[in-house]
């Protein structure tokens, strides 16, 4: 790759919120190299929800065709109480959905969405993705940045990027190594993730739905991943970072029995799965600084790690990506196009962190707590509860923000 002088952005990571990041400043009009540890994309967990935010902008980008091969979209959440054979309440998605907020909501098989935005990068000329890259250094000076990196076939790059962005992950050595950032923190909860025949569960949810379903201490989401034929399903429980980081991890989620025997779905669940789950402690990350005022930034898990208990936190690394590429476009320096891309992200990360962290609490409540929220949630029903994440799923973060004039 010729570098174009002043204009190619290094993106180290190549998760959701880097590769996605490469194809906006692509789209945007820059060179990229993404450098990227691992030697494949092959990313591990299961499945992966997209909801209209972050939809609309992969669809910008020309993979509408490709997501709705591999994609589904659910007719409706189902909220589930405890032990409850019915849903409290739905929540309608499907062409609802796209009416109301212009795009789909989804749900895919991760390795599906990886290799989608992996196979646009790698059509697009302008983008250069270095696998196995590791040993990134980087030195300031007067005239900017020279950073090294050992590549995959064990030669040394050396290169003058305009800008440096970090999306290399909750663990990110970008934030810790480079910009005095903090370490992630464990939240306390994990998540046990799994995928079984679609047919399962059939008994207890439906199929074509993604199903939430709270109990007291944990609760669980289910959803399809049709192309494979699998039903995705992710169960979180609370643990002590004592048992969480032990040497030898838990094999399978500590339920109480009395609770599986009160619950079909949840007994099911238990009995089909064994020790047959991937076992996920959820770190969070909260930073002072997302950027150094110069030529380093994050985006993604790297800025900003959440607990997935809204299903946002790719979502928001894909609406990072956006705004980071629009900044860098619009401002006549990297550390002013940092400011306005951090302006415009803090506020709305924040609060959907802070949402995440609230459904936790909501979601396990124990007895006799659950019957207040259970009402509630009966009570309000899924427009309403649709309604309130309006604020979340019709946001388009590929426009600037308008200003109020005046
Ligand atoms: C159980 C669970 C369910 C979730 N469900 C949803 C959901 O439904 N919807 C949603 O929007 N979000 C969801 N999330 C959150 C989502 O998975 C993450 O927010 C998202 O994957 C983060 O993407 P990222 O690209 O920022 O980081 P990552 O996916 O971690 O990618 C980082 C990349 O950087 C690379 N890397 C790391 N260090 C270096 C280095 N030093 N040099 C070079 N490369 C490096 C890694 O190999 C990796 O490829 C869920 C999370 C969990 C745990």
Redesign the pocket.
Known sequence: MTENGSRIVYV?????????LALFLERAGFTVLV????RS?D?I???????PN?SRLLERLGLEPALARAGFEPEAIDVYGFGHKKPLAEVTLGQTARQRFGAAYR?IH?GDLAQILYEAARKRSRIEIALG??N?DMVRHSRGLTVS?ELGDGSIHTGRPYALIG????????RRKFMDGPEARYSGYV?W?ATLGEAQLAAHLSLDHTSLCFGPGFHG?FYPLAARQLLNV?L?TKMPAKRAFADTPPTRPKIDPYYLKRSALFGALMKLMGDKWTF?P?NAVETQRWHDGQFLAL????AH??L?FQ????????EDAAVMARQLAGADSPGMAFEGYESERRRRVSEVQALSRRNGMIFHMPFPFSIARNAGAARRGGTAQLDDLAWIYGFDADQPPRRIPG
Request: aromatic share 2%.
């Open positions: 180290v990571g190549a998760g959701i919120a880097g590769l996605s450098l990227e540890r691992a994309i990313p967990g299961t499945g992966i929800q997209l909801s972050a749900v991760r890259a590791r990134i990196a999306a290399d992950g909750v663990h990110s050595e970008i998540a993730r989401v992710v979180s996920w959820l985006v993604g898990d790297a790690a959440m997935p299903a946002q936190g790719a979502a928001m690394g894909i």
